[in-house]
């Protein structure tokens, strides 16, 4: 059963532009999470999405958004770089998202804003 | 603010030794999950603890998850310099989908 897949591994973008990431969950998971770590704050948690709905969010500005596909596949976007940005954004899938059910997370996209 | 405090935040320990890493909490959580995170990588599943006192073992490393729910530990027995790595902790909370808390995380090196 494949994992959690997250591309691209690695970026590189200039301040003030946007980028999108892309997610595919474990087959058969509906629920995406995502999340950001950098070294002063350790992971933090974006938002989830579920049947192509938000269903909750953490406390970001809104330049990072996201969406879900119908497929469960989710990308996230954020707008208007800005340097501290820079982290390893990881995604997370779950069966249904409801806590007690294990959340597995992808390898991360490493994205570098200069 | 839900917090989970995790201690120590770095542990050096030589081939052979135990150790215990914690995490604590003034929350309730529903679960409480344990990753191993190697550097560039994604946090790697160890285990999933949900109910109050419950006890997991996995080779050489044994979780606990607090009676009261809001504390939990992952004791290693003989570290081997493969263990070297970044233990995380994370809680979920009930009704809050999806959304993990995680600890500040624990730097274990092993040294031969």
């Known amino acids: 059963k494949a994992g959690v897949t997250q591309t691209p591994r690695y970026l590189i973008k200039t301040r003030g532009q946007q980028v999108t990431l892309s997610c595919s969950p474990i087959s058969g998971h509906r629920s995406v999470s995502w999340y950001q770590q950098t070294p002063g704050q350790g992971l933090q948690f974006l938002f989830e999405?579920?049947?192509?709905?938000?269903?909750n969010k953490g406390n970001f500005p809104g330049r990072f958004s996201g969406r879900q596909f119908s497929n469960s596949r989710s990308e996230m976007n954020v707008s208007t770089l800005e340097l501290g940005d820079s982290a390893l954004y990881l995604c997370?899938?779950?069966?249904?998202?409801?806590?007690?059910?294990?959340?597995?997370f992808g390898e991360g996209s490493w994205l570098t804003v200069v | 603010t839900q917090l989970l405090e995790q201690s120590p935040q770095f542990l050096s320990i030589q081939e052979g030794e135990n150790l215990t890493v914690y995490c604590n909490s003034s929350s309730v959580f529903s679960s409480l999950q344990w990753y191993r995170q190697e550097p560039g990588e994604g946090p790697v599943l160890l285990v999933t603890v949900v109910t109050g006192g419950e006890v997991k073992k996995l080779k050489r490393l044994t979780f606990q998850f607090g009676d009261a729910r809001k504390d939990s530990s992952l004791h290693i027995t003989a570290a081997q310099t493969g263990d070297t790595g970044l233990y995380l902790c994370?809680?979920?909370?009930?009704?809050?989908?999806?959304?993990?808390?995680f600890g500040q995380g624990t730097t274990l090196q092993v040294k031969p």
């Open positions: 997370a899938s779950s069966a249904d998202g409801i806590s007690g059910n294990t959340i597995y």
């Open positions: 999405y579920f049947s192509e709905t938000q269903r």
């Open positions: 994370a809680g979920a909370i009930s009704g809050n989908t999806g959304k993990l808390i």
